[in-house]
């Protein structure tokens, strides 16, 4: 299987999740399928801003941001539905553009660094908040009536459109500057390209989804709070990635997928489903140190993956 059959293939399956969804809405099953998507979403965000060379360990508090956007201008403003999603991936790219500014100027440890610090502080922020429900947080973000029994199939639509789009944006002019910093900033710099911006632009384009995705989580939850954006998000986000692999953009999907059916499924051990979680993630990473992709690519079963892992420029993020 080539590598654009296999998104080809993951397009397909996003399809047919949301056709489900649109026969059977109110379907335990459906649930699931919303985790899985939102869950893909935030993968695809973290592996976005690795594409640079950077763990984002905010990548929880930009989902966050987005879901309180939508929260607070629903409940508060009573603003549209279809307002509140495109105005929380606004406010998450103008954090975005600040943060980054302010940050990107350092790299590797020193920004994962800072960017577990900014979301601790944007959790204390919604604690300390009463006008956004302080531990509490934001109750009643209802879906309208008349978009209700659609809803889960425009979440998984949606969805599957960001992170296309963060795949689009990978393959262009811009997504080879972002690997282009990655392998060497100097050499980049060198031809007179705007290192900053661009590190800075990949990180904004990341959080627009990530707040784009959250305002949608906002809905499917109906009630947000604090702890539901700590950095555990970012550190699950990049488990999807690992597990998935990280070379191609299905894998952080595949990943996050996968996880979050051992999730759900571990529910049932009570009070130890953290534990067991935590050992799958464990035996995951060391099983599959390059991902199920990579271990595809090995077996050949995806041959432009296989050739990537094998060459000395391959993306080793």
């Excluded at 335990?28 to 399928?33: K, N």
């Excluded at 409940?75 to 105005?87: A, E, F, G, N, Y």
């Excluded at 919604?126 to 009643?140: K, P, Q, R, T």
């Amino acid at each position: 299987m080539s590598s654009d059959n296999l998104s080809r293939l993951a397009v397909a399956v996003g399809i047919t999740l949301a056709a489900y969804c649109l026969l059977a809405p109110t379907d335990f099953v459906v649930q699931v399928i919303l985790w899985m998507a939102l869950a893909a979403v935030i993968a695809a965000a973290m592996r976005f801003v690795m594409l640079i060379g950077e763990f984002n360990m905010a990548t929880g508090a930009f989902y966050g941001i987005g879901a309180y956007t939508a929260g607070y201008i629903a409940t508060s403003l009573d603003w549209p539905l279809l307002l509140t999603i495109p105005v929380a991936g606004v406010v998450a790219g103008l954090v975005a553009l600040a943060l980054g500014y302010a940050t990107m100027r350092t790299s590797g440890a020193y920004f994962m660094l800072i960017s577990f610090a900014f979301a601790e502080i944007m959790r204390l922020f919604y604690v300390e908040s009463d006008f956004l429900g302080g531990n509490n947080g934001i109750l009643g973000i209802l879906v309208p009536a008349w978009i209700e029994p659609y809803y889960p199939a425009f979440v998984v639509i949606v969805c599957m459109m960001l992170i296309v789009a963060l795949a689009v944006v990978e393959r262009s002019h811009l997504g080879k500057i972002f690997t282009a910093i990655h392998n060497n900033e100097q050499v980049v710099r060198s031809v007179g390209i705007n290192v900053l911006a661009m590190r800075v632009t990949c990180l904004v384009i990341a959080s627009i989804v990530l707040g784009i995705a959250g305002s949608l989580y906002a809905y499917v939850a109906s009630v947000i709070s604090p702890g539901d954006f700590t950095f555990m998000l970012s550190v699950f986000a990049l488990a999807y990635v690992k597990l998935g692999g990280d070379k191609h953009p299905v894998g952080p999907v595949l990943g996050a997928a996968l996880l979050t059916l051992v999730a759900q499924y571990l529910l049932g051990f009570g009070a130890y489903d953290q534990l067991f979680y935590g050992i799958v993630i464990v035996m995951a990473m060391l099983a599959l140190p390059n991902g199920l992709l990579g271990r595809l690519a090995q077996l050949r079963l995806v041959k432009p993956l296989a050739a990537a892992l094998h060459s000395p420029g391959g993306r080793d993020a």
